[in-house]
């Protein structure tokens, strides 16, 4: 028979991870008497539990949500799990930023030594939405150590449709950040081989280990490392969109501003605006100016106008109108 504060511990786990019990099933899993299993869940009422008993031909328990907290019990990957989610809601700029960060500091100063350097591993940084794809906590863990204890990272990158290749050389770099992105992982690093900044998919990475020597961190173009990937996937070589241009447009600047939060709005009149926006092509740029169904005047650069131009051109063929200059 297990001792009795872990079997307690083991009794709580189990009625968290699971809606009901019966009274038998728990009792095996705990290998004890159906009577110590009422006096355990009496002992969690104590504490501050809200088992109630579930009725029925073999009876049993379930846990509840109550008017108060009570202590709560995490394994490794829910600590993990948390601790992810507590830093994306934090840096995202949600509304609970603050008490995302608040929550955070409560939940590290509760945990263990061995939970808490875990925690403490796991950084994130959010760009316009906390990232929800499927990434082994394990490796971010991995990731993530490597990124704060400045040791260089080898790891095996995966390719969709391309077979493994055991030969291969692991990839080295010297990882910088860990960014959440649209639903997606990344890890910002400067690439040993390539002398360059790359971004790799998390779930596409696989660590070896050991890790490399320590190194010193480099700069990041522009300093924010979130910006820099959030660049970096939209094809830009630098901080912003790789194509940028500046018009004037026939509409109020209020009812433009709301509508392109990633560029700048500046009223000329009561119903003209000028507009600085961006995008990943000058045709992507003038299907986007197209989109207000509003007079533009281009006032630069000349790609623009040339984009725009094809733009018009295709739009008019497709409705069957010929002759546009």
């Known amino acids: 028979m297990s001792a009795p504060s872990s079997r307690l511990l083991t009794l709580l786990s ?3 991870a699971r809606r009901d019990w019966p009274g038998d099933a728990l009792a095996d899993r705990l290998g004890v008497s159906p009577r110590t299993v009422r006096r355990d869940v009496d002992r969690l009422r104590e504490l501050g539990y809200p088992v109630r008993a579930v009725m029925g031909p073999a009876g049993g328990y379930r846990l509840e949500a109550g008017a108060d907290l009570p202590p709560l019990l995490f ?7 948390l601790a992810v ?3 994306a809601a934090a840096t995202g700029g949600s509304g609970v930023a603050e008490g995302a960060a608040r929550a955070l500091t409560t939940l590290r ?14 950084r994130v940084e959010a760009v316009a939405a906390p990232g929800a794809g499927d990434v082994d906590p394990a490796v971010l863990v991995a990731v993530s150590t490597a990124v704060r204890a400045r040791e260089v990272l080898r790891f095996d990158h995966e390719r969709p449709g391309a077979p493994a290749d055991p030969t291969a050389a692991p990839r080295r770099v010297e ?30 990475v696989r660590p070896r280990v050991p890790t490399g020597p320590r190194f010193a961190p480099r700069e990041v173009p522009g300093g924010d490392a979130a910006a ?22 026939d509409l109020p600047a209020a009812r433009v501003a709301a509508l392109v939060p990633d560029g700048s709005v500046e009223p000329v009149a009561e119903h003209r605006c000028r507009v600085v926006l961006g995008s990943w092509s000058w045709t992507g740029l003038a299907a986007r100016l197209a989109a207000f169904d509003a007079d533009v005047v281009v006032e630069d650069p000349p790609a623009l106008r040339g984009a725009l ?17």
Do not use: K
């Open 175 to 204: 990882p910088h950040r860990v960014v959440a992105r649209a639903g997606r992982w990344y890890l910002l690093a400067w690439d040993l081989d390539r002398d360059d900044w790359r971004t790799f998919r998390l779930d596409r």
């Open 85 to 87: 989610a507590l830093q």
């Open 75 to 81: 394994d490794d990957e829910q600590a993990v799990a």
């Open 228 to 249: 820099f990937v959030d660049a970096r996937l939209r094809g830009s070589t630098g901080t912003g969109w790789p194509c940028t241009g500046r018009v004037l447009l």
């Open 14 to 16: 189990l009625l968290q």
């Open 309 to 325: 131009t094809r733009v018009a051109r295709r739009l008019a063929a497709a409705g069957g109108e010929d002759g546009l200059p």
């Open 109 to 122: 100063q509760v945990m263990p030594a061995r939970l808490r350097g875990r925690l403490d591993a796991v």
